[in-house]
T-cell receptor
Framework: NAGVTQTPKFQVLKTGQSMTLQCAQD?????MYWYRQDPGMGLRLIYY???????DKGEVPNGYNVSRLNKREFSLRLESAAPSQTSVYFC????????????FGSGTQLSVL | SQQGEEDPQALSIQEGENATMNCSYK?????LQWYRQNSGRGLVHLIL?????REKHSGRLRVTLDTSKKSSSLLITASRAADTASYFC????????????FGSGTRLQVQP
């Protein structure tokens, strides 16, 4: 099993450009999450999807949109990238919600110039 | 704001020694989880302890939880160079947002 797969692994954008980060899991999990990790800040929740068809804002949702395309896939879109969005982005999933452990992807290193 | 805060921020020990990391949190929790992150990689789940549990073991890992002090500790016994990583605690609140909130982590360096 691949687990949680994120694409791309690296991306450089110019300010104002848009892009979509893709995430897919093959573990039949119901819940999926997007986090960002900045140096010394730990992980902060951007958006999450408790189950297929639902999405909710996390701690730092401004500047982002998400789509739970189906049970497997949960994408994160930056409509107009800003330098403050330079970060490492992690997608994660869990079987039935936060009372269980999360499985993480390997991350996307995003730089916005 | 961070729900969990780890202490110390960085720890350097020799192989074979024990490593202890602490985590404090602010609100009542359903469970507390510990994760490890090797440099440049995603996080890997280590152990989950529920609010009605006080201690849990997994191999060389021992986690304690004191809900009255809103704190947890992770002990790694007989550390190895391969244990070099960042360690994060994460909490699940009883109410509110249904997602894990992570602390800023402890960077552990195990010298061979």
């Amino acid at each position: 099993n691949a687990g949680v797969t994120q694409t791309p692994k690296f991306q450089v954008l110019k300010t104002g450009q848009s892009m979509t980060l893709q995430c897919a899991q093959d573990m039949n999990h119901n819940s999926m999450y997007w986090y960002r990790q900045d140096p010394g800040m730990g992980l902060r929740l951007i958006y999450y999807s408790a189950s297929e068809g639902t999405t909710d804002k996390g701690e730092v949702p401004n500047g982002y949109n998400v789509s739970r395309l189906n049970k497997r896939e949960f994408s994160l879109r930056l409509e107009s990238a800003a330098p403050s969005q330079t970060s490492v982005y992690f997608c994660a999933s869990s079987l039935t919600g936060v009372k269980e452990k999360l499985f993480f992807g390997s991350g996307t290193q995003l730089s916005v110039l | 704001s961070q729900q969990g805060e780890e202490d110390p921020q960085a720890l350097s020990i020799q192989e074979g020694e024990n490593a202890t990391m602490n985590c404090s949190y602010k609100t009542s929790i359903n469970n507390l989880q510990w994760y490890r992150q090797n440099s440049g990689r995603g996080l890997v789940h280590l152990i989950l302890i529920r609010s009605n549990e006080r201690e849990k073991h997994s191999g060389r890992l021992r986690v304690t939880l004191d809900t009255s002090k809103k704190s947890s500790s992770l002990l790694i016994t007989a550390s190895r160079a391969a244990d070099t990583a960042s360690y994060f605690c994460a909490t699940v609140p009883y109410t509110g947002r249904r997602a894990l909130t992570f602390g800023s982590g402890t960077r552990l360096q195990v010298q061979p």
